[in-house]
């Protein structure tokens, strides 16, 4: 299983620029979380699933870091990879690249969580997609922390899921 892998590929229209002339942040929003679908599909959290289910993903956490402009035309793709799972959370990141130059423009790192919708709480992932997840992480846990079931604590606003 690949541990990072393309889910997003799009161009930049001159209707999604700023004052300034570059993409304006909203549409860096837009993009990361259409590949955030493709990411979570890629792990079995596809819309059948999660309608099916009565489940939902909530992102408890999310940072963006610019690296570099992008401008109108541009080609973009979007890299993603699994850095974390637990029992009911799973922290990612979203790497954005220039598709023409292959230079790395953004990143975005989230923290998710795995939802009842008609309950409105957190539940555990159903053990096919925790597996996957593990699958995922195998080969490169020195950069990550694959966790346990047993809970998450989180410095900052949020506290344990």
């Known amino acids: 299983m690949e541990k990072i892998f393309e889910t997003y590929r799009g161009f930049v229209y001159p209707w999604e620029m700023d004052h300034i002339g570059h993409m304006n942040v909203r549409f860096y ?3 990361f979380d259409e590949a ?3 990411f979570l599909a890629g792990l079995g959290i596809t819309p059948n699933y999660l309608r099916k ?12 870091f610019y690296r570099k402009e992008v401008l109108s035309g541009d080609l973009i793709v979007i890299r993603s990879i699994l850095d974390e799972i637990r029992a009911k959370t799973m922290r990612y990141r979203h790497i954005m690249y220039n598709a023409e130059t292959n230079q790395e423009i953004a990143v975005m790192e989230l923290i998710v969580i795995h939802t009842n919708t008609r309950l409105r709480k957190s539940c555990e992932f159903p053990d096919l997609i925790y597996q996957k997840g593990l699958e995922r992480l195998k080969g490169y ?3 990550c922390f694959p966790g346990s079931r047993t809970g998450w604590e989180i410095e900052g606003n949020i506290s344990k899921f």
């Open 29 to 31: 929003v837009g993009k």
């Open 53 to 64: 289910n009565q489940r939902g993903m909530v992102a408890a956490e999310q940072h963006i």
């Open 141 to 143: 846990e020195q950069n």
């Open 36 to 38: 955030s679908w493709h």
